[in-house]
């Protein structure tokens, strides 16, 4: 991509409302944009990352054998009603009366639809176990919408469900997910904790939470920094009830929240199946989600400075910017392009062919935080050398004529 082409619009100042690192650098880096309060456009290159956020998802959620499908936003109030939670739902479900009078809300999380798709396919055990997930956008009318996509009223969840037909196939997809959701927090480039946590609004018997730490997260845990022992502070604990340390007081973001549901929700719909000798039995249920959108805000908190973000490898919108520092020198131009053209087939590349100032350039480059820079400027270019810096990290000089084949070593 060309970034005279390009929908990219960054801004030398962020706009007071925001208040975290990470509002501040998506709104700055133009990845966002707000609509009203608590709703967001991505513009694309915030839509790059998100894309490839739910990419790793999905690779890890299929390796475990999950399989994707796609429920609707739009449910009826009535299931609600028959699982209990519509009250516990409150004001936070957006709701409203369809042309024909049915009661429908904006889908706050899934639980209930889920259980109903499942009702009305599987007869006996023999359909059991299995994982279903989804990545799709879910709606709650939050009564304080902050730090940009980290609490918001739309926003993107994965969630999964698991069905089997007695405790222990849930533990074991229980720990299927736990290592799922590692592998996707680490691909991230996040370093998380997981807590014992209070299962809340869901109901259900053991739930684990995964949390970054941040500076403006929402959340308090206590942390023991010698065996990770990490609780959501609460009462009044002080040291590690396993090694006797010192806890350590963090201020955390909430990406993943993993729950045994148990039969509650197979209870109160009425999902059930025939078991072996014939009897009937309702299924065994698990929930897991990962807030997708939320994990944005999450990453850049770990992984920024002063001059902007600095995108792990994985989840980066681009692989590799090339920076030609005065386009109108015909010499440097022509290097970039040669360089564009040699890299584009194999990278995702961002080609800074803007006619702007070096100093502008170079300070949007910091701001957009693309992990891999070729810097092209006329003086090093006479020595046939260019510029290759890992964002954050020191510049190196290369051959230019070699600089292919080590990036192609090292993106
Ligand atoms: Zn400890």
């Known amino acids: 991509m060309r970034w005279s082409e390009a929908f990219i619009s960054t801004l030398k100042e962020a706009p007071e409302q925001a208040e975290s690192?990470?509002?501040?650098?998506?709104?700055?880096s133009g990845l966002i944009r707000m609509l009203i309060s608590g709703v967001y456009s991505y513009l694309p290159l915030g839509f790059k990352v998100l894309r490839n956020i739910e990419n790793i998802i999905r690779d890890e959620m299929d390796n475990s054998?999950?399989?994707?499908?796609?429920?609707?936003g739009l449910q009826p109030v009535d299931l609600w009603l028959r699982s209990g939670r519509d009250d516990l739902m409150g004001q936070t479900m957006i709701r409203f009366e369809d042309r024909r009078g049915r009661k429908i809300c904006?889908?706050?999380?899934?639980e209930e639809v889920i259980t109903e798709v499942v009702r009305n396919q599987v007869r006996s055990y023999k359909q059991l176990p299995f994982i279903l997930y989804q990545i799709q956008t879910k709606y709650r009318d939050e009564i304080r919408p902050r730090f940009g996509v980290i609490r918001s009223c739309e926003f993107i969840m994965k969630d999964a469900y698991s069905f089997d037909i007695d405790k222990e196939g849930l533990d074991k997809n229980y720990k299927k997910m736990f290592e799922a959701y590692k592998n996707i927090f680490s691909r991230c480039g996040l370093s998380f904790l997981t807590t014992e946590a209070d299962s809340g609004v869901m109901g259900g018997d053991e739930s684990n939470e995964f949390m970054i730490p941040a500076e403006s997260g929402e959340d308090r845990v206590v942390h023991c920094p010698n065996c990770d022992f990490t609780k959501i502070k609460g009462e009044n604990l002080l040291h590690c009830p396993n090694c006797k340390k010192k806890l350590e007081e963090k201020t955390v973001i909430e990406v993943g929240h993993i729950f045994k549901l148990g039969t509650k929700y197979s209870e109160s719909l009425g999902a059930s199946f025939a078991a072996g000798n014939g009897e009937l039995k309702p299924?065994?249920?698990?929930?897991?989600?990962?807030?997708?959108?939320?994990?944005?805000?999450?990453?850049i908190e770990q992984n920024h400075d002063q001059s902007g973000i600095i995108w792990p490898k994985e989840v980066s919108p681009y692989d590799l910017l090339i920076?030609?520092?005065n386009v109108s020198n015909i010499e440097v131009k022509e290097a970039a392009e040669k360089l564009y053209n040699g890299l584009s087939l194999k990278f995702k590349v961002l080609l800074d062919d803007r006619d702007e100032r070096p100093g502008a350039k170079l300070k949007d480059a910091d701001l957009i935080g693309i992990p891999l820079r070729v810097i092209i400027g006329e003086k090093n270019l006479k020595e046939k050398k260019v510029e290759l810096s890992r964002r954050g990290q020191d510049v190196?000089?290369?051959?230019?004529?070699?600089i292919i084949e080590i990036i192609k070593a090292k993106a």
């Open 21 to 28: 690192a990470s509002h501040k650098l998506m709104l700055r």
């Open 396 to 402: 190196e000089l290369i051959d230019a004529d070699k």
């Open 65 to 72: 054998g999950a399989q994707e499908l796609l429920l609707p």
């Open 323 to 325: 920076s030609p520092l």
């Open 106 to 110: 904006l889908g706050p999380t899934h």
């Open 283 to 299: 299924i065994v249920m698990g929930c897991y989600g990962i807030g997708v959108s939320r994990l944005i805000a999450a990453i």
